[in-house]
């Protein structure tokens, strides 16, 4: 998926040096999110605390100054591969919110809701931007590209379904089994 960016490139050659450090930037995530997983205890600590390590690894390494992480988790029990996927979603989530929600203020909020229900678990990661913007066309660059595409198949992997926020929302769901 990072070298379906070739296109964008071909189409637009000056945006070449902003699309490799986008991909150069998800490549090292992955790197410090699979690094963070091989611990020993990765897979013995809740998930909650696993994901709060997670967006704290995250904020250290983007630099966002004045951003405020909530993460609340349900009790749930994921094998490596579960967890390594909603590691990336989470991620790649939490990146776009910082890309794209608090332009021009000096920071926000970013919630991260994992919740059981009956037999299945619905992660949420909202932010308390501006939301989506109304006319399709109009979302970000990313939000159409490359981070979409993730996205999509990341859900996939989880076998999850994937909820997109509207216009106005900011608010991402993916529901998928527990």
Known sequence: MLLAQRKRVIEAPETAPATLDEAIRRVELMGRIHRRLYLPNALEQSVGDYLRAL???LM??????GVEVRVHADSARLDLERLTVLS??????????LKHAFGGRAGGVIAIDLTREADSL????????????????ARPPAAQGLGLMILDS???Q?????????????ATRLIFAA
């Open 122 to 137: 619905m992660l949420t990661v909202t932010d308390d931007g501006p939301g989506m913007p109304a006319a399709p066309d």
């Open 55 to 57: 967006c704290s690894d």
């Open 158 to 170: 989880l076998g999850a379904e994937l909820r997109l926020p509207g216009p106005g929302q900011s």
């Open 154 to 156: 990341l859900a996939r």
């Open 88 to 97: 990336l979603i989470v991620t790649e989530l939490m990146t776009n919110s």
């Open 60 to 65: 250290d390494a983007t630099g966002a100054a």
